[in-house]
């Protein structure tokens, strides 16, 4: 046995010469695996997140082979395992409720088993947070093949966004006067090929925060799944991770403070989802580096926005791949990035980015002449949100940013469903409407609904936004002036509960400000009253989630996944 056998993870189980030795590459052999495969290659797990009930990720299991070619390229041992595969539009009640169950699912997955170095398969929302929390737990050489998003949407000659046409469909049918059959054609046109949403949604913007945090090769994230590029990617992925290994380049060298700050600064430039701050929390809180909501504020709401994407912009992630995607923002924004930080290459993220080009200006704009100005996500204070809540200003209608208006409220999504058509609601376009019942215990799971429809009745008149407050979230390829992530939530006595039909509620993004205008007295005699409601089960993971979600603004993990417990297994198989 060489040094570098000695060194790999995996010959604790390969390298044994006793009967366990035996036992463990003895019923591996059923693959036909030679012998030289147990003796010091670095084995490689590809965490493949495919699943045919996730379409966005149905292409994964052909790039699994792909990686593999990579590894072997290298002198690896590939070795594909599943993992709980999160398809976003989907799953009840709500992908979210099971991110955590998933990151759990590649934790105990990775630590149980003869790995040294590990490659994530991502794509649709969940399956990147999910798949890195857990990772993250225990703490491997790893790398990040983002699966690309969908080709553009196309629809009667008009270019469609995935995701961001679905909001629309209750408006194009009332006011465009849209048939069934209209809508039955659009749905085709906007999903025509292999790959996630192609907007920038939640599936896009985890794609530029694992790309931004250097978890991925350079230009990874924009490549669209069916592009041979992104093949080639995943080869050359499959390649590097072998390396990494040797090099015992883990994620904790990787993620520091530093490469967090530098996922803000691009999430602000590209106009990513709020489920971002989810995500980027709970990771953090999984590597063991400090992170608050606080951070997204003062790292990233004075960055303005680069990336003219829908749902802020007009554009798709195919054109922004075409335009020279990621690397071109980060260039970009040089000034404001860590760019020593080190990467899963090895290189820089300024050695990484240091000479891309951009070939239209339209999508991706230069720092001297932004989008926007400021355009990252802004967290609110005041006495409706002691804890925080964020909004996202690129997404919002600017004369809302400033707003006094009367509380229409709605106790939970079916309520809200059951009246807010109603032509005798009293509600009209400075009205506030209030959701509860959204958050993380509350629902449970916190699913994307904050971004509620509008009344029928105010659409007709041509309103095309309010604000919207809630404990929820909200999709990634959503926007409207959306307030989200109140915490405390609802579901455990947050002011959020005390809201009351036709209370005055003020927003003022500028000062980050939200407040129910109701007096200290009045408040005490409404949480007096308030009866906290029953949880939403009494058995099983969904009644263990309850138990241990943490807030929106701690990034709604589990307690007792916070942190890692590493890639050492002190008790054998006997
Ligand atoms: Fe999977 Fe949007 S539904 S990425």
Redesign the pocket.
């Known amino acids: 046995m060489d040094t570098n056998e000695k060194k790999l993870r995996s010959q604790e189980w390969f390298g044994g010469k006793d009967k366990m030795g035996f036992v463990h590459r003895s019923w591996f052999r059923t693959q036909g695996y030679p012998d030289d495969y147990f003796r010091g290659r670095p084995v490689i797990g590809i965490c493949n997140t495919w699943s045919e009930l996730?379409?966005?990720n149905g292409h994964l299991r052909e790039f699994a082979d792909v990686v593999k070619r990579g590894v072997l390229d290298a002198g690896g041992f590939p070795l594909e395992f599943p993992v709980s595969s999160l398809?976003?539009?989907v799953m009840r009640p709500t992908t979210m409720l099971f991110r955590n169950l998933a990151s759990m699912d590649v934790e105990e997955n990775i630590r149980a088993n003869p790995l040294d170095g590990i490659v994530l398969l991502t794509?649709?929302?969940k399956t990147t947070p999910s798949t890195v929390m857990g990772a993250c737990s225990v703490d491997l050489p790893t790398i990040v093949v983002p699966g690309g998003p969908m080709l553009n949407g196309r629809f009667r000659g008009e270019c469609l966004g995935?995701?961001s046409f679905n909001w629309m469909v209750k408006e194009k049918m009332l006011v465009e006067q849209y048939t069934e059959e209209d809508i039955l054609e659009a749905e085709i046109g906007v999903a025509r090929s292999a790959g996630?949403?192609m907007t920038m949604?939640?599936?896009s913007t985890m794609a530029c925060m694992v790309e931004a945090l250097g978890l991925t090769l350079p230009g990874a994230a924009a490549i669209p799944a069916v592009d041979a590029r992104k093949k080639v990617m995943a080869q050359l992925s499959g390649r590097r991770i072998v390396e990494m290994v040797k090099e015992n380049q883990k994620l904790s060298t990787i993620l520091t403070r530093q490469a967090f700050e530098n996922a803000i600064v691009v999430n602000a430039a590209v106009g990513g989802s709020t489920n971002f701050i989810l995500h980027l929390l709970a990771i953090a809180g999984r590597i063991g580096v400090p992170l608050q909501l606080e951070d997204f504020d003062a790292i990233g709401s004075r960055i303005p926005l680069l990336v003219n994407l829908k749902p802020s912009g007009k554009y798709l992630m195919e054109d922004f791949y075409y335009a020279g995607g990621l690397p071109v923002v980060i260039k970009e924004l040089n000034k404001y990035l860590h760019n020593d930080v080190i990467t899963v290459n090895g290189k820089t993220l300024g050695e990484n980015n240091k000479n891309p080009v951009c070939y239209n200006k339209d999508v991706i704009a230069s720092i001297g002449e932004p989008l926007q100005e400021e355009a990252g996500i802004v967290v609110l204070k005041g006495n409706l949100c002691e804890n925080g809540a964020i909004i996202k200003p690129s997404a919002a209608t600017k004369g809302l940013m400033k707003h006094r208006g009367k509380a229409v409220v709605f106790e939970t999504i079916e309520d809200y469903h059951a009246r807010i058509d109603d032509e005798n609601l009293e509600i009209d376009e400075n009205s506030v409407i209030v959701l509860k019942g959204a958050g993380p215990v509350g629902y449970p799971g916190m699913p994307e609904v904050g971004n509620v429809d509008l009344p029928e009745k105010l659409l007709r008149k041509g309103v095309k936004d309010m604000v919207r407050i809630s404990d929820g979230r909200m999709s990634g390829?959503a926007a409207g002036t959306v307030i989200l992530h109140v915490s405390p939530e609802s579901a455990i006595g947050g002011m959020l509960a005390l809201v009351e039909n036709g209370d005055m509620i003020e927003l003022d993004v500028e000062n980050r400000r939200l407040h129910l205008d109701i007096s200290d007295e009045e408040a005490a005699r409404r949480k007096a009253a308030w009866v906290r409601p029953e949880p939403m089960a009494d058995r099983g993971y969904v009644r263990f989630y309850i138990e241990h979600v943490q807030q929106a603004n701690l990034g709604a993990d589990l307690d007792l996944l916070r942190g890692g417990s590493g890639s050492v297994i002190k008790r054998n198989l006997h």
């Open positions: 996730t379409p966005c398809g976003e539009t794509g649709c929302d995935s995701g996630h949403c949604g939640t599936a390829t």
